[in-house]
């Protein structure tokens, strides 16, 4: 992968950034007065002082000279922005053609994994929109289709289709990995073994798992129309949350009788926390323990920055039943709704474990580092819940983690083995 030029941070950064760049800055600071607001009432709070009208706010003085912080950064934010906006065009322009740095789209996808729910709800330009991408480009079917009129609409393209999904703070070239002189990408690898015509995912992770799943299904639904050769096979390989986009993806598909499900043949879930990740569990548990005393309660905001789409894998949320109408940082038992593996769909499931070998704490406690081999598996004590993978569609990989499920070639040699047209 390719390493950043530590010397030249500022070069990956496009014209277009700055404005979003500038949103965020004024929302850091309103977030660190708001914060600081909130230690200051606390401590003054156990000394029998009473607060402002609102939890957090101080009163007097005090509250006077907040309160003139947060009004001057809201007035100059909204200012820079109004200027910043009418600009934004012409930013556009400079950046017309030149395409994102790989360090530049990391970030990027980072940056969304963590708050690119505030980003939507803040019209911050920073914010990813969900594009199927072909050959590392965004497919836009009005302006292909125009196109089409004098050259081929994507000749190289064939019947077969392997949609490719990334994970929470990732994106779509981070599937392709170099390793000394060798390139690993499992999409490039089934194109080459199986025919497959590989297509990339690129979406805000910070969202709420199911919406998500409700703009793939759209999408989809256009690929199936508009894709230049009939369609034979359309299978999905997913990593992480990726899987749980895919599971969310059919089930609305299915509600709304689109006709894309049809064309489904496979799903490969490459570590898919189907029932939760702990470590978001965890980052919950943060909440309840910086909430237990006036001191540390004002700095439980800087966990509540978490996205909607981190905290939907406390229990691997797919549909909007499963947060709507709750808070989603209050701590509450597994109440998801029941979706089960799609009908007539061939599901396989990859799991890996750091561990040397199966046993309790490995399933439990350890898993790939971020997943447990329980989760990844579909398995569940409630037998409502478990999801019916088939023992020939399971595998487990040792001494793996969970990053390591990208771009290893045991696993490419993996799906090429499922994947092959059975014989007979």
Known sequence: MTKPDPQKPLKHLRASDIRGIAKLATQATLGVTRVAEGV?????STLGVRGGKAPGQTRGITGLVYKSI???????????DAVLAKLQPQFESLDSGKPGTPQREAILAALNGVIGDRLVASDNPLATPMTLRFQRKALNWHSMLLRSESTPLMPEATGKIVLIIHGLCMNDLQWCVQDQDQTLDHGEALASALGYTPVYLRYNSGLHTSQNGRELSAQLEQLITHWPTPIEDLTVVAHSMGG???RSAVHYANQASLTWPGYLKNIVFLGTPHHGAPLERAGNWVDVILGSTPYTAPFSALSGLRSAGITDLRYGHVVDEDW???????????NRQIVPLP???ACYTVAATTAAKRSTLADRLIGDGLVPLRSALGQHNDTQRNLEFEEASQWIFYRMNHMDLLSSPEVTRQLVQWLAPKEG
């Open 40 to 44: 200051h009432q606390s401590v003054w």
């Open 70 to 80: 947060i009004n001057i950064t809201q007035l100059l934010g909204k200012g820079s």
């Open 244 to 246: 749980l986009l895919t």
């Open 324 to 334: 709507d109408g709750h808070d989603r940082f209050h701590r509450k038992p597994d």
């Open 343 to 345: 009908e007539g769909v």
